[in-house]
């Protein structure tokens, strides 16, 4: 059964103003809508973006507090803090970014760090074969292949656009990977898990590819 993956801010919006006739626009109990009211429910959302979330509320950033722990099928567990992860090799790219609903937002500029440098302190062990990004916005989760997260135009992304990501963009650290939908570009980055195998993200428990591949995986 696959559900429906929404927009955060417009559905909770109409919810707010009219919930009992958004459940009945969308056929849904009036249940769903109101579930998603929150503080930033109404956040204004533009250049094409529309801001996803699985939670009630966004994880909030503080930059003296976070950090980022890569663990799992590694010799050596780190926890990066936002200064250290500034401090790794930077990567910029532009590139298109589709979300499996249909909209697309091109030439967005991303800064961040590759994989391979992001990884290289903590030293996957040679089992290691897949990459758990557990976000802090609880339950989002979703896995990548080694092979798929070494790929040139794949990081993990700290500013979008020439300025750091926004908490409603995931910040203050995302993955970005212009070859697959949008939901393997996991927001809130707070924990990378080394795994011998990929598992199932949110969205693919609930029927989409875990093989994302624009133009090449179900969810139209
Ligand atoms: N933590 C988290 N990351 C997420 C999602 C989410 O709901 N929660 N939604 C995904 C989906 S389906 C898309 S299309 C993009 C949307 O990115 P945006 O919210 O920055 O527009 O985020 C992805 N990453
Ligand atoms: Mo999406």
């Given at each position: ?9 417009r ?12 459940a ?11 579930a ?16 996803y979330t ?99 135009d ?12 926004t ?27 080394l ?14 590819d ?11």
């Amino acid at each position: 059964m696959k559900s429906d993956l929404r927009p955060y801010g417009r559905r909770a919006f109409l919810g707010i103003v009219a919930g009992g006739v958004a459940a009945l626009v969308w056929g849904r109990p009036l249940q769903r809508v109101t579930a998603r009211l929150s503080p930033v429910s109404a956040f204004f959302v533009t250049g094409g973006w529309r801001i996803y979330t699985v939670a009630a509320t966004m994880p909030r950033f503080d930059q003296d507090r976070w950090r980022l722990r890569i663990d799992g099928l590694v010799e050596h567990p780190q926890e990066l803090t936002y200064r250290e992860l500034l401090k790794l090799p930077q990567a910029t790219q532009v590139s298109t970014f589709h979300c499996v609903t249909g909209w697309t937002v091109q030439n967005v500029h991303w800064q961040g760090v590759r994989f391979a440098d992001l990884l290289a302190a903590a030293k996957p062990l040679p089992s290691a074969k897949a990459l758990t990004f557990v976000s802090a916005e609880e339950p989002y989760a979703d896995s990548l292949t080694l092979e798929q997260a070494l790929l040139p135009d794949v990081m993990l992304a700290h500013s979008m656009d020439g300025r750091p990501l926004t908490r409603p963009h995931g910040a203050p650290a995302r993955v970005v990977i212009p070859e697959m939908y949008g939901y393997k570009n996991v927001k809130w980055v707070g924990r990378i898990e080394l795994t011998a195998a990929p598992a199932d993200g949110y969205w693919e428990v609930r029927g989409y590819d875990r093989d994302a591949y624009v133009g090449h995986s179900n969810g139209h």
